[in-house]
């Protein structure tokens, strides 16, 4: 069994910067992807960003604004965001599949302001 808890979110201007946490427990090795996906107001879920065995993507809109990272000690992957623009705005969610079962958080609402 896997629960991931995330935090990080809030209320940012436009321009500026939030670091998105997810803390994992249960079994997570660091060969195991994990993905950050978002979905904002009436929108799909999207895929924004993922990190396995050190290798990352990004999806093309918050490519170089963006940067995921993992502290495989403390099970906790990260999601550096700067240059944040109005349509950064959603629910962030952290994600990972173990043993062919989806694991999901319980999102973390970031909102950016003009």
């Known amino acids: 069994q896997v629960q991931l808890v995330e935090s990080g979110g809030g209320l940012v201007q436009a321009g500026g910067s939030l670091r998105l946490s997810c803390a994992a427990s249960?079994?997570?090795?660091?060969?195991?992807?994990m993905n950050w996906y978002r979905q904002a107001p009436g929108k799909e879920r999207e895929f924004v960003a993922s990190?396995?065995?050190?290798?990352?993507n990004y999806v093309d809109s918050v490519k170089g604004r963006f940067t995921v990272s993992r502290d495989n000690a403390k099970n906790t992957v990260y999601l550096q965001m700067n240059s944040l623009k109005l349509e950064d705005t959603a629910v962030y969610y952290c994600h990972t599949v173990r043993h062919g079962l989806n694991f999901w958080g319980q999102g973390t609402q970031v909102t950016v302001s003009s």
């Open positions: 249960g079994s997570i090795f660091s060969f195991n992807a």
């Open positions: 990190i396995a065995s050190g290798v990352t």
